[in-house]
């Protein structure tokens, strides 16, 4: 009994270690998305992502929203952005079929970010934490998707999308090297 109370807790050990290991390895890992303009309107903007070894660090500048307002963001399922009116890109990424939601707060798409706030410039200059997107693995990647600037807030209620509007700007998130 000893014996096998001693492998299950070196077993346990192992395992910490080597997503420890898998966390430091993916560290360092970046990506970005230039934000163009849907037809007939003026949003855009650069986003960076950086892994960490807590998440994914989320940062950037928007121009060209309504002052003083708040617009929804998110990822899409779709790297695509041909379609001139961002629909291309398809719905919010959601590789574990959950309900939208605010990201952070219980379930949520993977895509669901938080809702951007535009100063009274209207540019929106932010930095956030994500636990629920990685830059690379078997699940959440989001190299390669969509990002969507919408025109109105996401509601975090409406399913599936927020009720966030039109798509004032769209972009490929891509790996930087």
Known sequence: MKTRFTL????????AVALAGCASHLAGLRATAKLEPTRGNTTSGTVTFAQTGDGVQVSGEIRG???????????????????GDGMSTGGHYNPG????GAHGAGEHHTGDLPSLKADK???AAFSFLSRSITLAGPTNDIIGKGLIVHRDPD????????NAGPRLACAVITAVK
């Open 8 to 15: 299950s807790i070196l077993s346990s050990l192992v395992a």
């Open 155 to 162: 509601d975090y209620k409406t399913q599936p999308t927020g």
């Open 65 to 83: 929203l309504k002052p003083n307002a708040e617009h929804g963001f998110h990822v899409h399922e779709k790297g695509d952005c041909s379609s």
């Open 121 to 123: 410039y209207g540019v």
């Open 97 to 100: 079929g959950k309900p939208h």
